[in-house]
C-alpha cells in the first residue's frame, strides 16, 4: 500500500502514545466542571471526537456553559497541568521520515483543537514534516468528512490517492465518508470489533507494522 500520493494520520493514540494523558485530563476537567468523572472506558470511547461533541456524548442534555467550562478546564490539564508522559510511538518518527525521503504527502486530520495540535507538533518537533494539518477547530468533528475534504483540495489530492490511518472507529467512519481508503491502528483508543464495519484496507497492532505496509 506504498502507492499512495497522500498519507493522513490521526494523531492521539495512532502517532503518539497520548491515551492515558487524555483520559486522566478529561476526567479532571469532568470533576472541576461539576459533571460526573467519566470512567477510563467512557473516556476512550470519545477520544476521535471534537471536545464539543465528546460532552454531548458523554453528558446527554449538557448546557453549552457546561460544555465551554470543561473544554476550558481540559485544555488546562492538558496544556500545563498533566504530567502523564505522551511520547511518539516507537518508530512514529522514522516512519514520516521516510515517507518524506519517498516524496510522499503527509497530513494530520485530529479531533484535537488548534491550541492542542500546535503544542504537540511544536513537542514533538514534526511540523515540518507535514504539509497539511487540520483540527477540530478547523473543520465539523469526525467522523463528518469536512476535515479530509479540506485536505485533499489543499493539497489537490483525490480521494483514490489518499490513505487515513488511525486508532478509532471515528477516523475509519470519517475515511469512509469521504471515500478514502484506510488503516486501522489498535495500539491506541480502538479495537479490531469496532473497526471491521468501516472496511479498512488493513488493521494492524503497531507502527512497525503499519511501516510494513505503507513504506
Known amino acids: 500500500m506504498n502507492h499512495y500520493k497522500l498519507y493522513i494520520f490521526d494523531w492521539d493514540g495512532t502517532l503518539m502514545n497520548s491515551i492515558d494523558k487524555i483520559v486522566h485530563s478529561l476526567q479532571a476537567a469532568a470533576i472541576k466542571s461539576d459533571l460526573s468523572m467519566p470512567t477510563d472506558a467512557q473516556a476512550k470511547s470519545i477520544i476521535g471526537a471534537s471536545l464539543t461533541a465528546a460532552a454531548q456524548m458523554l453528558w446527554p442534555g449538557v448546557t453549552q456553559d457546561k460544555v465551554d467550562l470543561m473544554i476550558k478546564h481540559y485544555k488546562l490539564e492538558y496544556l500545563s497541568l498533566n504530567n502523564t508522559p505522551s511520547p511518539l510511538y516507537n518508530n512514529s518518527l522514522s516512519l514520516l521520515n521516510t515517507l518524506n525521503t519517498q516524496d510522499k504527502l503527509l497530513a494530520v486530520a ?106
Not at 491550541?115 to 511540523?127: A, I, K, M, P, Y
Not at 490511518?165 to 489498535?186: E, Q, R, V, W
Open 110 to 215: 485530529t479531533g484535537k483543537g488548534r491550541q492542542g495540535l500546535d503544542h504537540v507538533l511544536d513537542v514533538s518537533n514534526t511540523r515540518h514534516l507535514f504539509h497539511s494539518t487540520r483540527s477540530s477547530d478547523d473543520a465539523q468533528s469526525k467522523p463528518h468528512p469536512d476535515m479530509l475534504q479540506q485536505i485533499l483540495t489543499e493539497l489537490n489530492i483525490d480521494a483514490s490517492d489518499a490513505l487515513m490511518i488511525g486508532d478509532s472507529h471515528y477516523d475509519l467512519h470519517m475515511a469512509k465518508n469521504a471515500n478514502i481508503a484506510s488503516i486501522g491502528i489498535t495500539h491506541g483508543a480502538g479495537n479490531m470489533d469496532s473497526f471491521a464495519i468501516h472496511q479498512p484496507k488493513a488493521i494492524v497492532h503497531s507502527i512497525d507494522e503499519l511501516a510494513q505496509l505503507i513504506v
